[in-house]
């Protein structure tokens, strides 16, 4: 169809909060979705590439339609509707048997006050001496099908941490009650059993971050003088524009996108290469994030948690506050999501948008004079609390040509108790008789690139040694080996340090002006190995972290490397389900997945609470363009003064 559009539409922009509630309504409507049930998600069903295309061609005006999952709590049943916002009807309308839907924002605070209000948990913590539910919080998981009870299996389940605030507004993950865990029926709100196995008598701890709750023996200790003032000002705005869910800058554009499942995503990712505009990315985002806790203990057994697939980082996004999250000339875009009943919510400052000064982006000094040009990058960041922890994560864009994808984890480690004596052999020690469990944090990032075109090629690209012999007899030379990945079996890779594997998408239909074929080439940072056993349960429904890349070709409907519905899943039905067929890869439309994270052995220095870690991976231009993209950046406009005094002139 095609209609006329005003302002700055684009058939990628995000839902709305008018397109949230009328999803809604007509599935009230056509399928009586109200009272009883629950929306787990609600996103925008993207318009393929053809009609991308021909939007912006033509403006011809795509179907806008939206993808709704939601399911019945007293049956438990799941669907999957496909809506029409334009034609105000559902184009389809599916039962998913035998799965579990994403948990919900709503399922998670529901469960903590139905759980602190129920009276045989208020009397069972009785017994051990907590009576104050004001400082109780009960957190609540979800399960693995591998963990599942099997007197509970068919129902949608919760289990439940319980820690205790040493006072209000008291770090709560400072006090686990050990061995205390509830069983929910989370449809029914039901609680099926508590799990009171064992206790350990609460040590002396010091796990309080808040100043007004950090002993004042710790902070008279201090000797940190305080910093002095760091402005950075941009009196005449920042270089970049914003219009709409459009950004451009310094030759880049590209447009930001946000669903409740991936939180940020990014589209249309293209690079003015003088006076050509040439594509990089169609889409770029995180498809999953697993987070396997590496203790068989009773309290942490089932603490595996798929932050992407079970809950959605994009529901658990937080506002931005300028001067502390964004330092700079910022410019922010809000979200908007909705809530188990479909009713819109606006996450404010979602996402910030600003320049950062990121040192010397190129430099030479020789007798002539000197020639620097500071660099300058886009940073595109979004924060995201899940429960304990948060992810910050940052795409930055370069005047070379460079894009870089960063994740920092900051906030507060899960943590328990031991008995005088005790050992804690899956842990490290952080505070008085309290331990930290070794865990890990998986990220898969989708990578939809289209090199100048949509038909890319994959290379595996290593450096060999060169045996010495006669043509080689200081045994200096090395050789490039790039292999084509030509069927999804060869696209299941690993990284190799020994031979610095990396991974080239090249489009060999075209040739640059020194005659080869131009790429972009992911170098690999944060790739860490699963260290899991292939029979382990719990590999088995995450299998899309047994390899640091995969190559498929590019289909709508295999977007979540560990399936589509996680929650009590048993297998992958992902990226191991996919591949398995063995589909050619080779000159076609492909999407790159990559896997990436923290291997995370804490550290005393992570508590009470955690400096940032940060973990990173590089897509560069290697033969993109014909040479340094960025010789016309301009040279700061006050003239930098090289000094050297051994070439001065000299009365002597």
């Known amino acids: 169809m095609t209609r006329t559009t005003t302002g700055t539409f684009h058939p990628l922009d995000p839902l709305g909060a008018d397109e949230f509630a009328k999803a809604a309504a007509v599935l009230a409507r056509e399928h009586g979705v109200g009272d009883g049930w629950r929306f787990a998600s609600i996103e925008l069903a993207e318009p393929d590439k053809a009609a991308v295309s021909a939007f912006d061609s033509s403006g011809t005006v795509p179907d806008r339609r939206a993808i709704v999952v939601c399911f019945d709590r007293g049956s438990g049943d799941t669907y999957k509707a496909l809506v029409s916002l334009t034609g105000d009807n559902v184009v389809s309308w599916q039962h998913i048997p035998d799965v579990q839907a994403n948990f919900t924002v709503d399922e998670w605070e529901e469960a903590d006050a139905f759980l602190r209000g129920h009276p045989d948990v208020i009397a069972a913590l009785a017994k051990r001496g907590i009576t104050d539910m004001s400082l109780v919080f009960m957190d609540v998981w979800t399960y693995g099908d591998a963990v599942t009870p099997e007197k509970y299996r068919g129902r949608r389940l919760g289990w439940s941490d319980t820690w205790v605030r040493s006072a209000e507004g008291a770090n709560p993950y400072a006090g686990p009650v050990n061995g205390f865990h509830c069983v929910i029926d989370v449809n029914k709100m039901e609680l099926l059993e508590i799990e009171d196995t064992f206790s350990v008598e609460r040590p002396e701890v010091m796990g309080e971050y808040v100043p007004r709750h950090i002993p004042e023996r710790i902070r008279n200790a201090s000797t940190r003088p305080p910093l002095k003032a760091l402005d950075i000002v941009q009196p005449e705005g920042p270089s970049f524009t914003l219009e709409g869910?459009?950004?451009?800058?310094?030759?880049?554009?590209?447009?930001?996108?946000?669903?409740?499942?991936?939180?940020?995503?990014?589209?249309?990712?293209?690079?003015?290469?003088?006076?050509r505009v040439r594509s990089i990315a169609n889409r770029m985002s995180f498809a999953e994030m697993a987070v396997p806790y590496r203790d068989t203990s009773?309290?942490?057994?089932?603490?595996?948690?798929?932050d992407i697939g079970e809950w959605g980082?994009?529901?658990?996004?937080?506002?931005?506050?300028?001067?502390?999250?964004?330092?700079?000339?910022?410019?922010?875009?809000?979200?908007?999501?909705?809530?188990?009943?479909?009713?819109?919510?606006?996450?404010?400052?979602?996402?910030?948008?600003?320049?950062?000064?990121?040192?010397?982006?190129?430099?030479?000094?020789?007798?002539?004079?000197?020639?620097?040009?500071?660099?300058?990058?886009?940073?595109?960041?979004?924060?995201?609390?899940?429960?304990?922890?948060?992810?910050?994560?940052?795409?930055?864009?370069?005047?070379?040509?460079?894009?870089?994808?960063?994740?920092?984890?900051?906030?507060?480690?899960?943590?328990?108790?031991?008995?005088?004596?005790?050992?804690?052999?899956?842990?490290?020690?952080?505070?008085?008789?309290?331990?930290?469990?070794?865990?890990?944090?998986?990220?898969?990032?989708?990578?939809?690139?289209?090199?100048?075109?949509?038909?890319?090629?994959?290379?595996?690209?290593?450096?060999?040694?060169?045996?010495m012999g006669p043509d080689n007899p200081l045994g200096l030379a090395l050789r490039q080996k790039n292999t084509p990945l030509r069927t999804e079996l060869e696209g299941r890779q690993d990284f190799d340090w020994q031979s610095q594997r990396a991974w080239k998408v090249v489009n060999d239909n075209t040739t640059t002006g020194l005659g080869t074929a131009p790429a972009y080439k992911l170098v690999p940072g944060g790739a860490i190995p699963s260290m899991f056993d292939p029979a382990s349960p719990i590999f088995q429904r995450t299998g899309a972290i047994g390899h640091t890349v995969w190559v498929t070709p590019n289909s709508p409907d295999e977007r979540w490397p560990a399936g589509e519905f996680v929650n009590q899943s048993k297998v992958d039905h992902g990226l191991p389900a996919?591949?398995?067929?063995?589909?050619?890869?080779?000159?076609?439309?492909?999407?790159?997945?990559?896997?990436?994270?923290?291997?995370?052995?804490?550290?005393?220095?992570?508590?009470?609470?955690?400096?940032?870690?940060?973990v990173s991976f590089w897509l560069k231009p290697a033969g993109f363009f014909d040479r340094n993209p960025a010789l016309d950046v301009a040279p700061t406009p006050e003239a930098c003064d090289h000094h050297h005094p051994h070439h001065e002139d000299s009365d002597d």
């Open 298 to 306: 009773p309290d942490h057994y089932r603490r595996t948690a798929f």
């Open 578 to 614: 996919w591949t398995a067929a063995d589909r050619p890869i080779e000159n076609t439309d492909v999407v790159l997945w990559y896997t990436f994270g923290i291997h995370h052995i804490p550290r005393p220095e992570d508590w009470p609470i955690m400096p940032a870690d940060t």
């Open 313 to 467: 980082i994009g529901f658990m996004t937080t506002s931005l506050t300028l001067g502390c999250d964004c330092l700079g000339e910022i410019r922010y875009l809000d979200a908007v999501l909705h809530d188990s009943h479909g009713v819109p919510f606006t996450i404010e400052n979602a996402i910030c948008i600003h320049e950062e000064d990121n040192a010397v982006l190129w430099k030479h000094v020789d007798h002539d004079g000197a020639e620097v040009r500071r660099m300058r990058r886009l940073t595109v960041s979004t924060h995201v609390t899940v429960a304990n922890y948060e992810y910050l994560v940052y795409w930055r864009f370069y005047q070379d040509g460079n894009i870089e994808c960063e994740v920092r984890a900051t906030g507060i480690m899960v943590v328990s108790h031991f008995p005088e004596g005790g050992e804690h052999p899956s842990g490290t020690l952080v505070d008085n008789r309290t331990y930290a469990p070794f865990h890990q944090h998986f990220l898969v990032a989708r990578l939809d690139l289209d090199v100048d075109g949509t038909e890319n090629t994959v290379y595996a690209t290593e450096t060999e040694i060169v045996p």
């Open 245 to 275: 869910n459009k950004l451009e800058w310094q030759n880049w554009s590209l447009r930001v996108g946000f669903n409740y499942r991936e939180g940020m995503t990014l589209h249309a990712v293209t690079y003015n290469d003088n006076g």
